[in-house]
């Protein structure tokens, strides 16, 4: 096992007590979880939290609870260094479907999300600087129905970054890409959480195996068992579904997944999801 030292500073992300009921159902139940700012000796990279959990259990209720879409039943949301209740805007949510507005150009499309928080003529100069990282420099006059699906995604993915504070949430960002277009899409996120130290991107995935691969942190939403054995109703993260894996040797580096820890620890998660619900 390969030892990456680390050190923790302050939060840029706390769930507070978080529950949410809809009709008087209890879907998710006292959420308390925290991401650290991250250091590593030489490295400006900031981190990757896997989220994952069986079908219907929360996650996308969670999601659009830390992108400020909806309140909380109970408990707060606190993001970036400030450390201030989460609004819609300040946390980048890359859903599935890649929102894009159809009737402007990707170029456009990326100029509308960066004046949201940099006046004309700096919000031009980080669109370009996007356009060429996201390698979408020789696609910026077309409309999103002109672009592949990875194109899109990638738009989408700057699209977020240009308009949030440092946080992004995407949801499946694997699902249904060829295996040429997942390694794309990883390469995407390692180069996001590269371009910044505060830079923090949480993937919902049920893909355990790419998604632990580059994460420094997973999360395990799953239903626990009172002292007679009664599922208590309303998904949390417990204290020991909250995996550190910087810690545990496993954070994202090259090859990570072909060492044997790795295969251990993704069999135990499977098997941690299998229990949860
Ligand atoms: N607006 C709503 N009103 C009522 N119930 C809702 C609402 N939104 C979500 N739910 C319920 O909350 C539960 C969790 O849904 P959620 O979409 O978060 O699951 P998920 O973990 O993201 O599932 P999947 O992996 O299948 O996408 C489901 O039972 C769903 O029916």
């Known amino acids: 096992m390969t030892t990456h030292t680390h050190a923790y500073k302050d939060p840029v992300l706390t769930l507070n007590g978080v529950s949410m009921s809809f009709n008087n159902e209890l879907v998710l139940r006292d959420i308390n979880a925290q991401i650290l700012d991250i250091t ?3 490295m400006h990279q900031g981190q990757v939290v896997g989220f994952y959990g069986r079908s219907g259990i929360g996650k996308s209720v969670l999601c659009r609870i830390m992108a400020g879409l909806i309140p909380p039943s109970a408990g707060t949301v606190e ?3 400030a450390q201030q209740p989460a609004r819609p805007g300040m946390v980048g949510f890359v ?3 890649y929102p894009l507005f159809d009737h402007r150009t990707l170029y456009d499309n990326l100029l509308v999300a960066a004046e949201r928080k940099h006046a004309p003529e700096v919000a031009r100069q980080h669109v370009e600087s996007y356009l060429e990282r996201f390698c979408l420099a020789p696609h910026h006059k077309k409309y999103p129905a002109h672009l592949s699906g990875g194109q899109r995604q990638r738009a989408a993915i700057a ?7 440092h946080l992004i949430l995407l949801d499946e960002p694997f699902s249904g890409l060829d295996v040429a277009m997942i390694d794309e899409v990883k390469r ?10 505060l830079n923090t991107v949480i993937i ?8 632990t691969a580059l994460a420094d942190r997973l999360w395990l939403l ?5 002292a007679a054995g009664a599922l208590v109703p309303g998904a949390t993260i417990s204290p020991q579904h909250q995996y550190n894996l910087a810690e545990m040797g496993l954070a994202w580096h ?3 997944e072909a060492e044997p820890e790795f295969g251990q620890f993704v069999e135990h998660i499977k098997n941690e999801i299998r229990v949860s619900a």
Do not use: A
């Open 254 to 256: 090259e090859n990570v």
């Open 40 to 42: 590593r000796p030489k």
């Open 79 to 81: 993001v970036g260094l």
């Open 188 to 197: 995407i996120i390692v180069e996001v959480t590269t371009m910044d130290e």
């Open 222 to 226: 799953g239903y626990e068992h009172d």
């Open 204 to 211: 919902v995935s049920h893909d355990i195996v790419t998604t």
């Open 95 to 97: 859903q599935q479907r």
């Open 159 to 165: 699209q977020q970054l240009l308009c949030s504070e």
